[in-house]
C-alpha cells in the first residue's frame, strides 16, 4: 500500500516561496537513488559501496541541509538498530554500516570546510549550539519554533484555514499510520530498515514542531517536503485505519479496504485541488498559484528585469545593491557578495547604494519586505514611494527601475 506521489506535496500554510527548489530537486534525486540503495538487498556489497559513494558525493555537493539531515538519519538508524540487538536481542538486518557513516561525514566535512568554503559549515555548527542553549528554555515556543507557529497562526481566508486543517489531517493519518505500522496492526511488505528511517523522519518532523530554531534553520516547508518522502505511504495506512475504527467504535457498518480507499482517493483529489490552488480560483478567494492566477508575487522575472539586472551590473562598481525579498534573488544571482535584501528599517539603507525595483514593484508599488520575530520570518509589503521619493531614478526600461 503505498502513495508516494504525496512525496512531492508541500506545506503551503505560509506565504513564502522556496528559493532553492532547482538544487533541492537535484539533490532529492540523489537522495531517492540513496535510499532505494539501502533498502534494496540484493546488490551486491561492492557495487553498493560504489553507488553510496556516487550518490552520496552528489547529494552533498547539491543541497547542504538535505545532505546533513540525511547523515542525522543515518546515524539515528545505525544506533537504533545497534540498540535493538544489544538490549533487545533483535537482529535488523540494515545496510547502514558504521563505514558507510564516517565515509559520508568525512566527504560532508571536507566539501563543507575546505571546497566551498567554510560558512556552511560553521552556520550548521552555530545553529547546532543555539538550540542546544534554548531547548530546555524555548520548547514549543511558536517564537522560537517555526513549526508551532505554522501551526497556530492565523490564515488568509477561511478556504485558507480549512486547507491547514486538511494538512494537519493528513499529518494525524502519517502518525497513526506509522504506529499502526510499529504495533503491527496492519499487514505491510515494508523492510525494517525503510520503518526504521520512517520513524526517524517522522521524528524529525516533531522535533521541527518542538525543538526551538531547528525548523527555521532548514525552513519548514523544505523539512515537511523532504520527510514526505519516507511517509507518505503512512498518510494512506493511517486513513485506513483511523476509518476502520471510527466505524468500529461508533457501531455502524463496517467498510471493506476498496470502499475505505475510495473515500480516501476522493479526500486527496479535494486536498490536492486546494494545495494547487483550484478551489481559491472557483471561489475567487486569495490566490496561491502562480500557474492558475499571474497575480501572485513570485520569483519570477521577464526578460527586461533581468536587463535592468544586467546593466546595473556593468555600471555601479563594487556598490551595493538592494532588492525586495524576492528581487532580491536575481540580483543575488549575478553578484551575491554585492546583493542585499531591503531591510525592514529604511533608514538601514547603506549610503551609495543602489535600489532595484522589478516589473511587480513598479506595477502595483509596492515591495516585499522580509524580516524575522525571534526564529520567525514574516513577510510585509511596503509602498515603494518610501524608497523612491528621496532617491534618483538612474534607470527605467518600463519593466524595472534603478534608483541612487
Not at 235 to 251: A, D, M
Not at 356 to 379: C, D, H, M, P, T
Amino acid at each position: 500500500m503505498s502513495l508516494w506521489p504525496l512525496g512531492t506535496l508541500r506545506l503551503c500554510i505560509l506565504v513564502e516561496a522556496d528559493f532553492a527548489l532547482a538544487r533541492q530537486q537535484i539533490a532529492e534525486l540523489f537522495f531517492v537513488l540513496l535510499i532505494i540503495l539501502l533498502v534494496k538487498m540484493n546488490i551486491s556489497r561492492d557495487k553498493k559501496a560504489f553507488l553510496f559513494v556516487i550518490y552520496s558525493s552528489s547529494l552533498i555537493v547539491s543541497h547542504y541541509a538535505l545532505s546533513y539531515i540525511f547523515v542525522m538519519s543515518l546515524i539515528t538508524i545505525w544506533l537504533l538498530a545497534f540498540i535493538l540487538k544489544q538490549k533487545f536481542k533483535k537482529q535488523v538486518k540494515v545496510s547502514v554500516t558504521l563505514t558507510f557513516i564516517l565515509l559520508y561525514l568525512v566527504f560532508a566535512v571536507g566539501w563543507y570546510m575546505y571546497v566551498s568554503g567554510s560558512y556552511v559549515h560553521m552556520a550548521a555548527v552555530s545553529i547546532g549550539r543555539h538550540i542546544a542553549s534554548s531547548i530546555f528554555t524555548e520548547l514549543l515556543n511558536p517564537k522560537s519554533s517555526e513549526g508551532a507557529f505554522i501551526i497556530i497562526s492565523e490564515t488568509l481566508s477561511p478556504l485558507h484555514d480549512i486547507a491547514k486543517y486538511l494538512h494537519l489531517l493528513t499529518q494525524f493519518f502519517i502518525v497513526v499510520g506509522v504506529l499502526a505500522v510499529l504495533l503491527k496492526r496492519v499487514k505491510t511488505e515494508f523492510k525494517e530498515e525503510f520503518i526504521l528511517f520512517s520513524v526517524t523522519y517522522l521524528a524529525i518532523d516533531i522535533a521541527g514542531i518542538v525543538v526551538p530554531y531547528f525548523a527555521s534553520s532548514v525552513n519548514t516547508t523544505r523539512l515537511y517536503q523532504m520527510t514526505l518522502i519516507f511517509l507518505s505511504p503512512f498518510c494512506v495506512i493511517g486513513g485506513v485505519v483511523f476509518c476502520r475504527t471510527v466505524c468500529k467504535v461508533l457501531r455502524i457498518y463496517e467498510l471493506n479496504t476498496e470502499t475505505i480507499l475510495g473515500i480516501l482517493s476522493v479526500f486527496f483529489a479535494i486536498f490536492l485541488m486546494f494545495n494547487s490552488g483550484f478551489i481559491y480560483e472557483i471561489a475567487g478567494d486569495v490566490p496561491s498559484s502562480i500557474s492558475l492566477n499571474n497575480t501572485v508575487d513570485y520569483p519570477r522575472f521577464c526578460s527586461r528585469e533581468v536587463s535592468c539586472a544586467k546593466w546595473l551590473q556593468t555600471i555601479k562598481a563594487r556598490d551595493i545593491t538592494y532588492a525586495d525579498a524576492y528581487r532580491w534573488l536575481l540580483i543575488a544571482s549575478l553578484n551575491w557578495d554585492e546583493a542585499r535584501m531591503l531591510p525592514r528599517k529604511i533608514n538601514d539603507i547603506q549610503r551609495n547604494s543602489y535600489i532595484y525595483l522589478g516589473n511587480f514593484n513598479v506595477a502595483n508599488n509596492s515591495l516585499l519586505i522580509q524580516y524575522k520575530e525571534g526564529a520567525i520570518r514574516k513577510f510585509t509589503y511596503v509602498d515603494t514611494d518610501i524608497i523612491a521619493k528621496k532617491r534618483n531614478k538612474i534607470y527605467d526600461n518600463c519593466g524595472a527601475q534603478v534608483y541612487r
